[in-house]
């Protein structure tokens, strides 16, 4: 059974850093696409971030309102892909989910191509 944990998730101030993980168990993150994802309460799911693990030109992408200041990376012997969040600001407040999928990546509004999501970790942003 596939299953993704993310953590690292806090409280922080504005201008604040934190950086989130999230582990795939019982697949690997070969060929894959790693969505993240974050919701606030009252709004709708909004894509953060995604990254292809196969690698190529363009296989990361960003949202606008994260760009420059959001980084997803990944540690294939860790499984784990991470998302570096810097500059944090109160719009940020959510809780953040990661996703998984076995094939290359969509555009991040389509939200339902991932099959396996993880639980979530709440960040929260204050000023």
């Known amino acids: 059974v596939r299953q993704l944990v993310e953590s690292g998730g806090g409280s922080v101030q504005v201008g604040g850093s934190l950086r989130l993980s999230c582990t795939v168990f019982g697949a690997t993150l070969s060929r894959s696409c790693v969505g993240w994802y974050r919701q606030a309460p009252g709004k709708e799911r909004q894509g953060v971030g995604s990254i292809y693990t196969g690698g190529g030109d363009g296989s990361i992408k960003y949202a606008d309102s994260v760009t420059g200041r959001f980084t997803i990376s990944q540690a294939n012997d860790e499984n784990t892909v991470y998302l570096e969040m810097n500059r944090l600001q109160p719009e940020d407040t959510g809780r953040y989910y990661c996703?998984?999928?076995?094939?290359?990546?969509?555009?991040?509004?389509?939200?339902?191509?991932?099959?396996?999501w993880g639980q979530g970790t709440q960040v929260t942003v204050s000023s």
């Open positions: 996703a998984l999928v076995p094939r290359s990546c969509v555009p991040l509004r389509y939200h339902h191509y991932f099959d396996v």
